[in-house]
């Protein structure tokens, strides 16, 4: 589990789990399912819920690898609407990336649900 505290955010916690399944020397895929929460911050929490596989195929001097995963991420209030029903919001997001590591260097280009790059460094990846 994976808690965070500060006193300009909310205290949120999480967890998740995966398999590693190794197909070959080359090939290996791990499926996944991860949870967040929120503590409840004048009557509202978030959670989300996620389900991800992340393949790699390791070519020993570098490893190009991809992360695909559907999320649902939900609001529950104490907001009461007119109509006497209770206020709540959830969205379904997909998820995609791929990346290349390479000399403990790491490149991942995210394509859903928003496009965007990150760079850094991996030991052991």
Same mark, same amino acid.
């Given at each position: 589990?994976?808690?965070?505290?500060?006193?300009?955010?909310?205290?949120?916690?999480?967890?998740?789990?995966?398999?590693?399944?190794?197909?070959?020397?080359?090939?290996?895929?791990?499926?996944?399912?991860?949870?967040?929460?929120?503590?409840?911050?004048?009557?509202?929490?978030?959670?989300?819920?996620?389900?991800?596989?992340?393949?790699?195929?390791?070519? #020993?001097?570098?490893?190009?690898?991809?992360?695909?995963?559907?999320?649902?991420?939900?609001?529950?209030?104490?907001?009461?609407?007119?109509?006497?029903?209770?206020?709540?919001?959830?969205?379904?997001?997909?998820?995609?990336?791929?990346?290349?590591?390479?000399?403990?260097?790491?490149?991942?280009?995210?394509?859903?649900?928003?496009?965007?790059?990150?760079?850094?460094?991996? #030991?052991?990846?």
């Amino acid at each position: 589990p994976v808690f965070s505290v500060s006193d300009s955010s909310p205290s949120f916690w999480g967890m998740g789990a995966a398999y590693r399944f190794d197909f070959s020397e080359l090939l290996s895929l791990a499926p996944g399912l991860t949870f967040h929460k929120s503590s409840d911050i004048e009557g509202m929490s978030i959670y989300s819920l996620g389900l991800y596989a992340n393949g790699v195929v390791d070519l #020993k001097f570098m490893k190009p690898f991809f992360n695909l995963g559907l999320s649902r991420t939900a609001f529950d209030t104490d907001v009461t609407l007119n109509n006497g029903e209770k206020f709540d919001y959830s969205s379904y997001f997909a998820h995609l990336s791929l990346g290349l590591q390479a000399f403990g260097m790491v490149y991942e280009m995210n394509i859903l649900p928003y496009f965007s790059h990150n760079i850094g460094f991996s #030991k052991n990846f």
